[in-house]
Nanobody, 116 residues
Framework: DVQLQASGGGLVQAGGSLRLSCAAS????????IGWFRQAPGKEREGVSC????????YYPDSVKGRFTISRENAKDTVYLQMNSLKPEDTAVYYC?????????WGKGTQVTVSS
């Protein structure tokens, strides 16, 4: 079975840091582009980072650029999201997503709550 298991969420004060992990199984992890998305209550899901399978290139929207860093460790089938200088508006459920062309998988999310 395909699994994407996100972990590492929690409650942190504004300005703090968290490191999310997403452990994959059931598919060839190294072939897939991996992204992190988040969804806050009452808002649409938005992408916050992605890392390519081919060359490890990364993308961040302006809202998190300079604060979040995505990385992957293919030998462990795991992707990480280092989140620094967290803000209350970063509060959301964070999901990891794997995509290879038309095939994609979503994991269950992990809650991140940033208090002011």
């Amino acid at each position: 079975d395909v699994q994407l298991q996100a972990s590492g969420g929690g409650l942190v004060q504004a300005g703090g840091s968290l490191r999310l992990s997403c452990a994959a199984s059931g598919f060839t992890f190294g072939d897939y582009n991996i992204g992190w998305f988040r969804q806050a209550p009452g808002k649409e899901r938005e992408g916050v980072s992605c890392i390519s399978s081919s060359d490890g290139s990364t993308y961040y929207p302006d809202s998190v650029k300079g604060r979040f860093t995505i990385s992957r460790e293919n030998a462990k089938d795991t992707v990480y999201l280092q989140m620094n200088s967290l803000k209350p508006e970063d509060t959301a459920v964070y999901y990891c997503h794997a995509q290879d062309g038309p095939v994609d998988y979503w994991g269950k999310g992990t809650q991140v709550t940033v208090s002011s």
